[in-house]
């Protein structure tokens, strides 16, 4: 892989780097082969003396061409990609952690439902910015936003998803491994959109369960 890219901690992440990579390269030949045309075209159509320019209405059968081969592309990398986007967004799979979140100009609100398991009850935990999460566990996010799109960002798990104002969009993740990652805002969002920052703390098994203690302890 580019070794400029983020760290992966995410289980789906190396299929995600795997499409990554092999746009990467198709795009990077297409751009060689064009600027390779052009350098080509500058110096044997440049200006000599005793030469008429030319003039060409151009090609049916070239211009046919050059919108068939981007499509047929863009097709073979829809099948090559549909069995990775239905694993990552098609279904949900079994969780052990469920956190509700809400976008908001301009902070992150992570909702954890407490001891009884249920949203929208007393004992639900509301926590800005900061989103705990146990490592190698599946963990189910209920998005929302309570004012206009919002995009949740988290580069070391190839985690990406808007959430909408009046709808409810899930996602899931699992990490790999513990520390402490950034959770930019990846929509334009409004003046404070730069700033709309959180972070990911992805604790061990025992570390979380005391996290957890801490938060309900009352």
Not at 131 to 145: C, I, Y
Request: hydrophobic fraction near 45%; charge should be negative.
């Amino acid at each position: 892989m580019l070794p400029w890219l983020p760290e992966n901690i995410s289980t789906y992440g190396g299929e995600i780097d795997s499409l990554f990579m092999l746009i990467f390269w198709i795009t990077t030949i297409v751009f060689v082969a064009v600027q390779g045309a052009l350098i080509w075209f500058l110096f044997k159509y440049r200006a000599q003396p005793g030469r008429r320019a030319t003039y060409s209405h151009g090609n049916n059968t070239l211009e046919i061409a050059w919108t068939i081969a981007p499509s047929i592309i863009l097709v073979v990398l829809a099948l090559l990609s549909r069995a990775t986007w239905d694993e990552i967004k098609a279904e949900i799979p079994p969780h052990d952690v469920t956190v509700r979140v809400y976008a908001k100009q301009f902070n992150w609100d992570f909702i954890y439902p407490g001891p009884d398991g249920a949203f929208d009850t007393a004992d639900d935990k509301t926590i800005e910015n900061e989103l705990t999460v146990p490592v190698n566990k599946v963990v189910k996010l209920e998005m929302l936003s309570r004012d206009v799109i919002h995009s949740l960002f988290v580069p070391v798990l190839r985690f990406k998803q808007d959430t909408m104002p009046g709808r409810q969009i899930d996602g899931w993740f699992e990490a790999t491994k513990t520390g402490e990652y950034e959770i930019p805002c990846a929509e334009l969002c409004g003046f404070g959109h730069s700033g709309m920052l959180g972070h990911l703390k992805v604790l061990s098994d025992q570390d979380y369960a005391t996290w957890v203690g801490e938060q309900w302890s009352n």
